[in-house]
């Protein structure tokens, strides 16, 4: 691809082509090239006579394509952008026809020939010219529905396997969209608490996918993602319901203490370091027994996964007793819009929190395994920094629930900035 003559420099152009630059072209040499498929028509290039003003090649050859146009039809004639084409030279009569056939859109834009750079609308053009069009409809109803076909309203491959294969995102549409739909007519034959744990597992599903489009990175696993999160309701199971461990920490006794400095350190040193804790177990078993080096960001999601599965599992147990009790102790109305609220904080916003303070200990346990030097400190702060912001927001909302939302924000922010602390940092704890 060379030219063998001398091209002018206002007629030469220059592209940018497998890591070099090719040319001298004439633009129709550049159109051939396109349209054999040798150059792709969104490469970058420049006119040799204004080497700064970089673009797409198909820009330069729609320029060229309206040039030669407009120097070869009368003042009068119209073009009209159609996709990614220019298409002319036409009469105004010519372009009102072809409005009532539906071969132009009202909408699409177009410009007269001696005025290329004024570019208007079909209709307001067909209006200045005095002009107005209906499109025609084509036969009636099953007329048209005849000649559409049903190829486009009912396509065979609606009935195979490969609209699954070739789009995933199909598959989650109707994960997302239809799971709740698909169970409802079974739902009198479940027990109470299966009910609640179901549809749990349906907002976790959702939390889940958001986390994994947003968080993931090239070592996180689903396999594992969704062991992890099973692990740990398994643990919460074990360890609240079965062994009521918690309720030996005695500072779980004291959350309505006074004064209410004696609450906040019962609800960060009782409530908050034991559930963080616990929540950090399935982390420290990855962190222990991956066979490579896991990156923070990758322990950040699975921290996330962790505290969903937690959240939503307490969420559950809050449904079953504490929802319960308030719609028992109030009104039929009072009681049916609190707990409503209420049972969808439990599954939504709730459950998110608890998985950005695990995603916050997460960050730092993996920071632990990477410089063991400090690791005293890390697993302290992993520990310590969920903590007092689960404690806080808990002894915040027992007051009001305006009070808590300062400690949302500081959590999201706190987990955002970790995730985007430099590499300095990384190597100041390598020293």
């Known amino acids: ?58 820009l330069f050859i729609l320029e060229n394509t309206r040039r030669q146009a407009i120097e070869s039809c009368p003042n009068e004639d119209y073009y009209v952008f159609k996709e990614d084409g220019l298409l002319g030279p036409f009469s105004i009569n010519d372009i009102r026809s072809f409005v009532h056939s ?19 609308r079909v209709e307001e053009i067909l209006s200045e010219k005095g002009m107005s069009t209906k499109v025609e409809h084509r036969g009636n109803l099953f007329e048209q529905i005849k000649s559409i076909g049903t190829e486009l309203i009912l396509p065979h491959s ?3 396997k490969e609209p699954w294969e070739k789009d995933s995102r199909l598959f989650i549409l109707a994960l997302v969209g239809l799971t709740l739909s698909i169970l409802m007519p079974f739902l009198p034959l479940v027990p109470s608490f299966a009910i609640f744990y ?17 968080f993931k990175t090239s ?16 643990i919460v199971f074990v360890v609240w319901d079965i062994l009521g461990l918690p309720q030996l920490n005695p500072l779980y006794k004291l959350l309505d203490s006074e004064p209410r400095v004696l609450s906040a350190l019962s609800f960060i040193f009782g409530v908050g ?58 009104s039929l109305a009072e009681g049916y819009v609190v707990t409503f609220v209420l049972n969808i904080a439990r599954l939504t916003c709730l459950p998110f929190l608890h998985a950005i303070w695990c995603g916050i200990a997460s960050y730092f346990s993996s920071f632990a395994y990477l410089y063991p030097r400090y690791r005293i400190a890390l697993y302290t702060l992993a520990i310590l920094v969920p903590a007092i912001l689960h404690g806080l927001y808990d002894y915040t909302a027992s007051l009001s629930s305006l009070l808590t939302i300062p400690v949302v924000i ?22």
């Open 102 to 120: 539906g071969l132009v859109l009202k909408r699409d834009l177009a410009f007269r020939a001696d005025t290329p750079n004024v570019e208007k």
């Open 219 to 234: 070592q996180v696993s689903i396999k594992l993602s969704v062991g992890l999160f099973f692990l740990c309701q398994l």
């Open 273 to 330: 370091l034991t559930e963080e804790f616990f929540k950090l177990i399935p982390i420290l078993c990855i962190l222990h027994f991956s066979k490579r080096v896991l990156r923070p960001q990758t322990m950040v999601y699975y921290g996330l996964i962790s505290g969903i599965a937690f959240g939503v599992f307490e969420g559950v147990h809050y449904q079953m007793g504490e929802n319960f009790r308030i719609f028992s102790d109030t």
């Open 410 to 431: 500081v959590s999201v922010v706190l987990l955002m900035v970790y995730l985007s602390i430099n590499y300095s940092f990384h190597s100041r704890l390598a020293d």
């Open 158 to 160: 609606v009935f195979t």
């Open 1 to 58: 691809m060379e030219a063998d003559f001398e091209i002018p420099k206002n007629q030469a152009y220059y592209i940018y082509h497998n890591d070099g630059i090719i040319g001298p072209y004439l633009i129709s040499d550049i159109k051939g090239f396109v349209d054999a498929g040798l150059i792709d028509k969104k490469s970058i290039g420049f006119r040799a006579d204004n080497a700064s003003a970089e673009k797409p090649i198909e």
């Open 198 to 214: 179901i549809v749990a597992l349906y907002f976790s599903v959702i939390w889940g996918l958001f986390f994994h489009y947003l």
